[in-house]
């Protein structure tokens, strides 16, 4: 709400998009559906709402959720015409998933947390408040007038982020109030570095591989001697450009795997599956398909 008001005064009027999820009462849903609404008639804004069905949908409800929520908002920027999409993540949500990707033994693209922007399905989705404590948009809301609501399934501690939010940044900011912030800005400077090994490895190790469209090969002795930090950014460009799916799915443990077969010196032949790609690991050569699981 307070990034709808901030968009309101300083850009052409925004429109507030609204996407309803089946995971909540109706009568609730209802609610958050007619604040937004309502404040865009005040904000001489447009208002488009789009429901999504989820909760029968197998696997993770949250990230089934995200990910619902995200093509919803695509398609309805997509017809209106619309090259971005803002969202109100804070300093808060930055922290919560830092330390999130961190629980998981993240490295620095773990660590470089939410992305300020980033392109999707031919849209940019832009994130202002990163630098933005959640107690301040609500200050802003409150000195404004402008209404809020509360989700409640926020409160649910039984989901791991809900539960660093109430259990774990309390105790944070005992020792620093403004640690969200700090966060936030330790974040940046890891995306810049994950953003300056990406142009190296681009640069010098990329070349060196054979690459077609369904397949990539680099013999082994190129990649053998080179650190992990530029072998795990090496991987991340193979599955962009077989344009799989998945970097989320890649875990710290299957990727430290799979650099051990590429850089030991065993000479049997090894087959890692690496999330949404295949690395087949032989004496001489690599070679990296899209997995078909």
Same mark, same amino acid.
């Given at each position: 709400?307070?990034?709808?008001?901030?968009?309101?005064?300083?850009?052409?009027?925004?429109? *507030?998009?609204?996407?309803?999820?089946?995971?909540?009462?109706?009568?609730?849903?209802? *609610?958050?559906?007619?604040?937004?609404?309502?404040?865009?008639?005040?904000?001489?804004?447009?208002?488009?709402?789009?429901?999504?069905?989820?909760?029968?949908?197998?696997?993770?409800?949250?990230?089934?959720?995200?990910?619902?929520?995200?093509?919803?908002?695509?398609?309805?920027?997509?017809?209106?015409?619309?090259?971005?999409?803002?969202?109100?993540?804070?300093?808060?949500?930055?922290?919560?998933?830092?330390?999130?990707?961190?629980?998981?033994?993240?490295?620095?693209?773990?660590?470089?947390?939410?992305?300020?922007?980033?392109?999707?399905?031919?849209?940019?989705?832009?994130?202002?408040?990163?630098?933005?404590?959640?107690?301040? +948009?609500?200050?802003?809301?409150?000195?404004?007038?402008?209404?809020?609501?509360?989700?409640?399934?926020?409160?649910?501690?039984?989901?791991?982020?809900?539960?660093?939010?109430?259990?774990?940044?309390?105790?944070?900011?005992?020792?620093?109030?403004?640690?969200?912030?700090?966060?936030?800005? +330790?974040?940046?400077?890891?995306?810049?570095?994950?953003?300056?090994?990406?142009?190296?490895?681009?640069?010098?190790?990329?070349?060196?591989?054979?690459?077609? /469209?369904?397949?990539?090969?680099?013999?082994?002795?190129?990649?053998?001697?080179?650190?992990?930090?530029?072998?795990?950014?090496?991987?991340?460009?193979?599955?962009?450009?077989?344009?799989?799916?998945?970097?989320?799915?890649?875990?710290?443990?299957?990727?430290?795997?799979?650099?051990?077969?590429?850089?030991?010196?065993?000479?049997? /032949?090894?087959?890692?599956?690496?999330?949404?790609?295949?690395?087949?690991?032989?004496?001489?050569?690599?070679?990296?398909?899209?997995?078909?699981?």
């Amino acid at each position: 709400m307070a990034l709808a008001a901030i968009l309101a005064l300083v850009t052409p009027k925004p429109t *507030l998009a609204h996407i309803i999820h089946d995971l909540r009462p109706p009568k609730l849903t209802a *609610l958050d559906r007619d604040a937004v609404a309502n404040l865009a008639n005040d904000l001489g804004c447009q208002f488009i709402e789009q429901s999504i069905h989820i909760k029968d949908q197998p696997g993770n409800t949250e990230h089934n959720a995200r990910n619902a929520r995200y093509n919803a908002l695509a398609t309805i920027a997509k017809d209106q015409g619309l090259g971005y999409i803002a969202t109100g993540h804070h300093a808060g949500d930055q922290l919560e998933t830092m330390l999130m990707n961190l629980s998981r033994g993240a490295g620095p693209r773990g660590l470089a947390g939410i992305h300020d922007r980033r392109p999707f399905q031919g849209i940019t989705i832009i994130r202002p408040m990163l630098t933005i404590t959640h107690q301040a +948009a609500i200050d802003l809301c409150t000195q404004f007038n402008i209404p809020f609501t509360h989700d409640h399934t926020n409160d649910d501690q039984s989901l791991t982020r809900n539960a660093i939010r109430h259990q774990v940044l309390p105790v944070l900011r005992q020792f620093d109030p403004e640690i969200a912030t700090k966060a936030s800005t +330790a974040a940046d400077s890891c995306r810049s570095t994950v953003h300056a090994l990406r142009q190296l490895v681009k640069a010098h190790l990329w070349p060196t591989g054979t690459i077609e /469209p369904n397949t990539i090969t680099f013999a082994r002795n190129d990649l053998r001697n080179q650190p992990p930090a530029a072998l795990y950014e090496l991987l991340h460009l193979c599955i962009d450009h077989l344009q799989t799916q998945g970097h989320d799915r890649l875990t710290n443990q299957t990727l430290q795997d799979t650099i051990v077969a590429i850089t030991d010196s065993s000479t049997d /032949p090894r087959t890692c599956q690496l999330g949404p790609i295949v690395v087949a690991v032989t004496a001489n050569q690599i070679t990296i398909s899209p997995s078909n699981g």
